[in-house]
C-alpha cells in the first residue's frame, strides 16, 4: 500500500454506493480518508435549518457506521473548509483533496477559492459531478443560452446519452498510516436542546441505507399507480426521496436506472406512463439547479424584476397563523401541520399552501421560502427556491400569478373523502366528510355532534378567498402600471 493519502470531502454526497469522489479516490490506489466539515458559517444566509440539522446529525451517524463496516472512518471537523482540509493533510500527509460539486452560489464561490488553496498547498484538487444527471453548463438553447422554460430544457435532456449506471459500493476502504484528530458526530450540537422531532423520527429513517430501502419501496409499490395518485395527499402515492436526494444518501442516477429498468422490464402500459411521470420530477429537480446555477440571484430577488415593486403587506399575525395551520382552510392548515410534525409536505399541498400565503394573504414568497427552509427535512436551495418563485409567479416557467389555488376546490378534488384533513386536523375528524372540507358551512347541531366550536377548537378562516383573490388581482394591476 503507497504512503500518499486521498481526503474525501464530503457534504451532501453522504453514501458510499455511487460516490464519483470516492471511487475516484479508490482510483488512485492511495489510502482514503473520509471528511466532514461542519462550516456553517460559510453557506450563510442558507446554512442548515433547524429540520436539515436534525436529518444531517442521524445521516452522518449512519454514514460513519457504513464506513466502519469497510475499516473506514469519518473524521470530523468544525470551521472553515480550508483550514481543516489543509490541516488534516498536513497530519495525514494526503497529498490530494477530492470531493462532489455543489451549485449554491455562495458554495460555488467558496469552493472556487478552496480549490486555488488546496493547489497552492501543493495538492491535488478535483471535483466530481454526483449530484445531478447532467451539469447546469452542458445543456444550453441553440442560441448558448441557459433555458428558462422547463419543456424545452427537458427535452434537451432526454435527447442526451443515457445517464451513466451508478457505480457500485466498494466493499472496503484503505486506511491511512495514521487517521487524523477529529470531533465527534455529538460535538457539532446539530440536535435541537428541546426534543420537537418525535414525529420526525417516527417518519425517517435517514442514512443510505434508509434511502435504498424507501426507493425499493418506490418502485416496488407507489410507482405503479404513480401517475394516477401523485397528486393525492390522502393516498401513498409519492415517492418521498426528496431529502435522501437532497443529502445525497441516494442519487438522480441510482433513482433513475431503478425506475427506468422496472419500466423497460414491464408490458404494463400504466407503469410506463407512471415511470415517465417520475422520471420528468427528477427532471425539475435538474431544472431548478440548472436555473440557481445560471441565475444566483434568485434564493433572495424574483428572476422576472417587475415582481420587485409587487406591493406585499407585512401581516405578521396572517403569516403566524399560517406557520402554525390555523388559517380556517382545513387542506392549508392540515399540510402545515404535517409540515411541523414530519418535516415533509405532500408536494400538491405545497403549492396550494404556497399559493395562500403569496395570493390570499399577499404574503412576500421569501417569507414562505424561509420558513420551508427551517422546517422541511428535505430543504434545499434549488427546488425551494424554484417552487415558491413558480407560485408567485415571478420565476421560469412560473404559473401566471392571476392563476390563484382556491383552497377549498383543491381540497374537495385532491382529498375527496377528507382523510388527509382527519388525519392531520382531529379535531374536524368527527365532522361528515363534505364539510371538512368547509366547516364553517356546518349547521350548530352538526358542529355540536363533532363537539366543535369554531373559532375556539379550530378558527375561521382568516380572510375571504373570493375577496382575496380580488385583491391579489388588483395587487398584480398596480404592478403593471
Request: net charge positive.
Amino acid at each position: 500500500m503507497s504512503s500518499r493519502a486521498t481526503l474525501v470531502w464530503l457534504r451532501q454526497d453522504l453514501r458510499v454506493g455511487d460516490n464519483p469522489a470516492l471511487r475516484a479516490a479508490l482510483d488512485r490506489g492511495a489510502s482514503v480518508i473520509p471528511v466532514y466539515v461542519w462550516s456553517a458559517e460559510e453557506e450563510q444566509p442558507w446554512s442548515p435549518g433547524a429540520a436539515s440539522r436534525w436529518w444531517l446529525d442521524r445521516s452522518l451517524h449512519a454514514l460513519d457506521e457504513q464506513l466502519r463496516r469497510r475499516e473506514s472512518r469519518l473524521t470530523i471537523a468544525v470551521g472553515s473548509a480550508e483550514h481543516a482540509l489543509l490541516e488534516i493533510a498536513r497530519q495525514t500527509g494526503a497529498d490530494a483533496v477530492f470531493w462532489n460539486r455543489r451549485y449554491e452560489p455562495t458554495i460555488v464561490e467558496r469552493d472556487k477559492q478552496l480549490k486555488t488553496a488546496v493547489q497552492a498547498a501543493g495538492l491535488e484538487a478535483r471535483s466530481f459531478n454526483g449530484a445531478l444527471l447532467f451539469e447546469p453548463w452542458e445543456v444550453r438553447t441553440g442560441d448558448d443560452k441557459p433555458y428558462r422554460v422547463f419543456t424545452p430544457f427537458w427535452r434537451r435532456c432526454l435527447s442526451r446519452a443515457e445517464p451513466d449506471k451508478p457505480l457500485p459500493a466498494p466493499r472496503e476502504l484503505p486506511a491511512p498510516e495514521r487517521w487524523p484528530s477529529t470531533l465527534e458526530i455529538d460535538d457539532l450540537g446539530l440536535l435541537p436542546r428541546i426534543d420537537w422531532a418525535e414525529g420526525l423520527r417516527h417518519q425517517w429513517s435517514p442514512g443510505e441505507v434508509g434511502a435504498r430501502r424507501q426507493l425499493e419501496r418506490f418502485v416496488g409499490r407507489a410507482l405503479r399507480s404513480y401517475d394516477d395518485d401523485r397528486n393525492r395527499p390522502d393516498l401513498d402515492g409519492s415517492s418521498r426521496l426528496s431529502p435522501f436526494l437532497h443529502f445525497g444518501e441516494l442519487s438522480p442516477r441510482q433513482v433513475w436506472h431503478a425506475v427506468r429498468n422496472l419500466a423497460n422490464r414491464t408490458r404494463s402500459r400504466r407503469l410506463r406512463q407512471s415511470a415517465e411521470a417520475y422520471l420528468r420530477q427528477i427532471g425539475w429537480r435538474e431544472f431548478a439547479h440548472h436555473l440557481l446555477y445560471h441565475f444566483p440571484h434568485t434564493p433572495e430577488a424574483p428572476l422576472r424584476e417587475e415582481f420587485s415593486a409587487f406591493p406585499w403587506r407585512r401581516d405578521q399575525r396572517a403569516l403566524r397563523a399560517w406557520q402554525r395551520g390555523r388559517t380556517g382552510y382545513p387542506l392549508v392548515d392540515a399540510g402545515m401541520r404535517e409540515l411541523w410534525t414530519t418535516g415533509w409536505m405532500h408536494n400538491r399541498v405545497r403549492m396550494v399552501v404556497a399559493s395562500f400565503l403569496v395570493k390570499d394573504l399577499l404574503i412576500d414568497w421569501q417569507r414562505g421560502a424561509a420558513w420551508f427552509w427551517d422546517t422541511l427535512v428535505d430543504a434545499d436551495l434549488a427546488n425551494n427556491t424554484l417552487g415558491w418563485q413558480w407560485t408567485a409567479g415571478c420565476g421560469a416557467d412560473a404559473a401566471l400569478f392571476f392563476s390563484v389555488f382556491n383552497p377549498v376546490a383543491q381540497s374537495h378534488k385532491f382529498d375527496p373523502d377528507a382523510k388527509y384533513i382527519a388525519r392531520w386536523l382531529p379535531e374536524l375528524s368527527r365532522l361528515p366528510a363534505k364539510l371538512r372540507h368547509e366547516p364553517w358551512k356546518a349547521t350548530a347541531s352538526q358542529l355540536c355532534g363533532a363537539g366543535l366550536s369554531l373559532g375556539s377548537d379550530y378558527p375561521r378562516p382568516v380572510t375571504d378567498h373570493g375577496e382575496a383573490r380580488r385583491r391579489a388581482l388588483d395587487a398584480l394591476e398596480s404592478t403593471k402600471r
